[in-house]
């Protein structure tokens, strides 16, 4: 009879540990999609491939920088997330792991929030919205309780994206401006044979290093995450 009681108490501790190990394992993927770690890697990305580039700095480096830069625009909401749950799902030593995922989830969801309404994706929003069958009214919308933490990270994410690529033909602008003026001048010369991506290389990283081109497109990353909004 005793080790029939123990059975479900048994059971109930499995059950537990197994909910744990399942969060602990999908908590990487979750925080890239509730951070801004997206916007700034895909603009890197395409700043990269503006200075044609190929695959240097290598994606190791970009990733690299891209961490560096989310954790500088989002530290004390990540902070808060850290000690208001994560810390003890990550430890495996919560009592009540729901209880501590909610604490971690409260500051990602405000940033996200903010996030959307501040950069313009609210249309984006309701789309998800209406895609998962929510009634959404233009003139009256919905509070920020009444949206579900299922609705609101897939669509901050694409709103991510949606930003991203918008700071990206921002920043591929100026290098298409140099590659069009290099093509004109070598078809004016009669240079057909030579590749406009040889002489415009050389000049859109003097112009790129000019300029400080690193520190002003991270700046940019960072105080456009930090006040709510594209760079």
Not at 94 to 112: I, T
Not at 117 to 122: A, L, P, R
Not at 143 to 169: K, Q, W, Y
């Amino acid at each position: 009879m005793t080790g029939d009681a123990a059975l479900p108490q048994a059971l109930a501790g499995g059950a537990e540990l197994a909910g744990t190990a399942v969060a602990v394992a999908v908590l990487p993927a979750v925080l890239v999609l509730c951070t801004a770690f997206p916007r700034i890697l895909l603009t890197l990305g395409i700043l990269r491939q503006g200075l044609g580039l190929g695959s240097v700095p290598g994606t190791l480096v970009m990733t690299g920088l891209a961490a560096v830069l989310t954790f500088a625009a989002m530290g004390p909401t990540l902070e808060a997330a850290w000690s208001g749950g994560l810390r003890t799902l990550t430890q495996g030593n919560a009592k009540d792991p729901v209880a501590a995922w909610q604490g971690a989830e409260q500051p990602l969801r405000s940033f996200m929030f903010d996030q959307l309404e501040k950069s313009g994706g609210g249309a984006t929003l309701a789309r998800v919205m209406q895609s998962r069958g929510d009634t959404v009214d233009p003139s009256a919308p919905p509070a920020r309780r009444d949206i579900s933490t299922g609705t609101l990270v897939p669509a901050f994410a694409l709103n991510e994206l949606r930003v991203a690529c918008m700071l990206g033909f921002k920043v591929l602008l100026p290098f298409l401006a140099i590659d069009l003026a290099v093509a004109a001048t070598l078809a004016s010369l009669g240079m057909f044979m030579t590749p406009p991506q040889m002489v415009s290389l050389p000049l859109k990283l003097m112009l790129f290093v000019a300029v400080d081109g690193w520190a002003m497109v991270s700046a940019g990353l960072v105080s456009g995450i930090l006040q709510g909004g594209p760079a």
